[in-house]
């Protein structure tokens, strides 16, 4: 039994190469066809979505991991990396050095990730509400306001991270959080509305 896990093992790892350089060169080339600035040492697990707004930017820093594809994370994604800016103007731009799995970022206004920032499966960060809250409003563009993560930050899988947020430098936001107000450096905060539960030493 142990020799099975040990081959299973190196095929499993011998699949993921394979899938990274197989969905690299294609993100790569989708960024360009979107004109998006990917810089260089960016891995891709499986095929993320891509959308960027006409005069809108889209940066995305060296280094950073994004996987999409459903075994490309054993915590199980349900869906691929969604990265789009949604209006004219908008800016979405990401550090250098982060992870991302099955996450959603949607800049309507501004979305500004810091560097070695790490999301958990499925995580969702928008600064827009999408739709209007009246009845009447709701085929309409929903109000925004600018988010940004600074540097360390750790988001948990499944937390919701909702418009005019800052979360400060090394706050880690627990699994299935929603960020409602704007967290401090070097904390932990979970619940929904997440609220800080205490200091990181």
């Known amino acids: 039994m142990g020799n099975r896990a040990i081959w299973a093992g190196r095929i499993e790892r011998r699949r993921e190469l394979l899938l990274q350089a197989w969905s690299t060169p294609l993100a790569y080339l989708a960024a360009e066809f979107w004109g998006i600035q990917i810089a260089p040492g960016c891995r891709f697990f499986g095929n ?4 960027r707004t ?21 915590a199980g994604l349900n869906r691929p990396c969604f990265l789009s800016t949604l209006r004219t103007h908008a800016v979405l731009s990401v550090g250098s050095g982060c992870g991302f799995s099955g996450t959603v970022i949607a800049a309507a206004e501004e979305v500004v990730i810091g560097h070695r920032v790490y999301c958990g499966a499925n995580v969702t960060i928008t600064d827009t509400d999408w739709h209007g809250l009246k009845p009447e409003e709701r085929s309409l563009p929903g109000q925004s306001a600018p988010v940004r993560l600074e540097d360390d930050v ?15 430098t090394g706050t880690v936001v627990a699994a299935g959080s929603v960020v409602t107000r704007s967290l401090a450096a ?13 200091e990181i030493r």
């Open 48 to 51: 993320p979505v891509l959308h």
């Open 54 to 74: 006409a005069d809108s930017t889209m940066l995305l820093g060296a280094n950073g991991l994004y996987r999409s594809a459903r075994r490309s994370n054993l």
């Open 186 to 198: 070097g904390v932990v905060a979970a619940g929904n509305p997440a609220r800080v539960v205490r």
């Open 154 to 168: 750790w988001i948990g899988m499944n937390a919701i991270v909702l418009k005019g947020v800052t979360i400060g």
